[in-house]
């Protein structure tokens, strides 16, 4: 018994709240047909609001920035040092203007050591090869003031690529500083090699059209984009959903009419005698054929018959007697018993 009791008492809450829910759809009925086409586009407002802001959010994360990938130059290969790395996740159609920096001690050497090249190469992951520069370089000493103190090291850019688009978004790069030579060709022939401190391949970003106006405002690209497609999907939305709900609403029976109007059934009068008998003498009249025009072989004129007239039968004469004239042969049983 106790379980039962508290069972019930559980079930109460549901009860009261399945009853005023009942209540209150019975109280919404008779709006149902205006208010469900609200209901249904406040239905897709969370989800036109959630795809707007990913919208943004794409938009902001694809916009192309500038970058810079390390080099680890390889030496003792029997080739000059050279680096080869992958660079970041690139924009395809963006343009970009490739530079390669590197630093060298602030030494005797190095000035010695003149002219040498720079050779950058892009290749796809699958060894396709993209675009492939040689640019000369030559390390300057810095300019040293009175109150300055003379570097340890030299900062050298070399520019290779201006304004271009890779093409695709994963590249590879191959970088190789110095003569392939080693300048055997100079003083004792002994091969020499740059020494480089450090190096890094770098990519700015070139502004240009509608892709540069996006790049210089990422932020608002993003807000303008989300705006916009949420504009866009709620006209969408507008124009599909809406006409599809009202004209459910539109659909519904018309309330059947109070009362019907009332039809007034008239009797038919009585058919008198003098009627039968005018139906009857009409019956009884001759019906006269009517003759068919043709049209006239001579004149080509089409002859057209005049209005049907009915022609009555002559009216029957009193009785009168009739007078029997004799005739002329002589019957001769009645001669001879005139004789006799």
């Known amino acids: 018994m106790a ?47 959630f795809l707007s802001a990913s919208a943004g959010w794409i938009v902001w994360r694809n916009v192309a920035v500038g970058w810079q990938a390390p080099l680890y130059l390889q030496y003792g290969d029997g080739v000059p040092p050279y680096a080869q790395e992958t660079l970041p996740p690139l924009v395809a159609q ?25 050779t950058l190469t892009l290749s796809t992951r699958s060894n396709k090869t993209l675009a492939s520069i040689r640019r000369p370089t030559i390390a300057i000493p810095p300019r040293v003031s009175f109150y300055s103190r003379t570097p340890a090291v030299i900062d050298i850019t070399v520019p290779l690529l201006t304004a271009f688009a890779p093409g695709s978004k994963h590249v590879v790069a191959t970088v190789e500083i110095g003569r392939r030579d080693n300048w055997k060709s100079l003083g004792n022939e002994q091969g020499r090699e740059v020494s480089v401190v450090s190096a890094s391949l770098r990519g700015v970003v070139v502004h240009h059209g509608i892709r540069g106006l996006v790049t210089r405002l990422p932020l608002l690209s993003a807000l303008v984009s989300s705006i916009v497609f949420l504009i866009i999907s709620s006209v969408i939305v507008g124009v599909c959903v809406l006409p599809l709900t009202f004209r459910h609403a539109a659909a519904q029976p018309p309330e059947p009419e109070a009362e019907f109007a009332k039809v007034e059934i008239k009797p ?73």
């Not at 019975?26 to 249904?40: A, C």
């Not at 963006?94 to 530079?99: I, L, V």
């Not at 009785?319 to 002329?328: I, V, Y």
Request: glycine fraction near 2%; charge should be positive; hydrophobic fraction near 35%.
């Open 268 to 340: 038919l009068p009585a058919i008198s005698s003098s009627s039968s008998d005018d139906s009857e003498s009409i019956e009884e009249k001759p019906l006269v054929p009517r003759r068919r025009s043709r049209p006239s072989s001579r004149t080509g004129i089409i002859k057209t018959e005049d209005m049907s007239t009915t022609i009555l039968p002559p009216a029957t004469p009193q009785a009168t007697p009739l007078r029997r004239r004799r005739s002329k042969i002589v019957d001769p049983v009645s001669s001879d018993s005139s004789d006799s």
């Open 94 to 118: 963006q343009r970009y203007d490739f530079s390669l920096q590197f630093q060298v001690p602030n030494v005797d050497t190095t000035y010695a050591l003149g002219n040498f090249m720079t």
């Open 3 to 49: 379980d039962s009791k508290f069972a019930s008492l559980l079930q109460l809450p549901a009860r009261l709240f399945f009853s005023a829910l009942s209540t209150f759809l019975s109280f919404l009925r008779p709006y149902f047909p205006h208010v469900l086409p609200v209901l249904v586009c406040l239905s897709f407002v969370p989800l036109l609001l």
